[in-house]
């Protein structure tokens, strides 16, 4: 009985064998990684939505913090001179500072909110366009899988293409590589 067992395993391992010997030989794998991160932090795209977010918020925060000293000299005041104050004159400024400190982390948060929204909404939108870049350079270099290199363990150095896709994204921002992109002047106000 074992007997017929081994010889009928013995038959089927020598069967698939030769079925796989039969199939087409096929090249080795083409695999690399792309540092994402990376990309988004050092393409000219990246960097053109941080300056862009950085422009269209740098007024807000400025008032912000505007704000934010003119309560901490209201309660530098109060407390300097909060000894000296009628009850109704240290009520009301109690009272300002509190309304204040309120409008203050109202502005904040709401500051805050729009930020988040306008970063994911941008930065969804570069995630496509790196997407988009990193399967048209696997395509063209013929590579059968990209990995994100946060999702990998390890990986050699050998086989980390985001150079190779910054170069990519540069050139196609118009900027060669290893030079800054200098920002068109701004028209000035008449």
């Given amino acids: 009985?074992?007997?017929?067992?081994?010889?009928?395993?013995?038959?089927?391992l020598i069967a698939a064998s030769s079925?796989?010997?039969?199939?087409?030989?096929?090249a080795e794998t083409k695999i690399g990684v792309?540092?994402?991160a990376r990309l988004m932090e050092e393409s000219p795209q990246g960097k053109a939505i941080a300056e862009s977010l950085r422009a269209e918020f740098s007024p807000r925060e400025r008032t912000l913090q505007a704000q934010n000293q003119?309560?901490?000299?209201?309660q530098e005041k109060l407390q300097k001179d909060g000894a000296t104050m009628t009850e109704e004159q240290r009520?009301?400024?109690e009272k300002d500072l509190r309304?204040?400190?309120r409008d203050?982390?109202?502005a904040k948060s709401e500051f805050q909110d729009d930020l988040t929204a306008r970063r994911n909404e941008e930065l969804s939108r570069l995630q496509r366009t790196l997407g988009d870049e990193v399967r048209t350079y696997a395509k063209a270099q013929g590579?059968?899988?990209i990995l994100s290199a946060e999702a990998a363990i390890h990986y050699a150095p050998a086989i980390d293409v985001t150079p190779a896709i910054l170069t990519a994204l540069q050139a196609r921002a118009g900027v060669t590589p290893g030079t800054p992109k200098v920002a068109p002047a701004k028209p000035q106000a008449k």
């Fill in 19 to 26: 079925a796989l010997a039969a199939l087409p030989a096929r």
């Fill in 104 to 106: 203050f982390e109202r």
């Fill in 1 to 12: 009985m074992k007997r017929l067992i081994s010889s009928k395993l013995a038959i089927c």
């Fill in 34 to 36: 792309v540092d994402a």
């Fill in 99 to 101: 309304d204040g400190a």
């Fill in 70 to 74: 003119a309560l901490k000299a209201k």
């Fill in 143 to 145: 590579f059968d899988l």
């Fill in 91 to 93: 009520a009301r400024a």
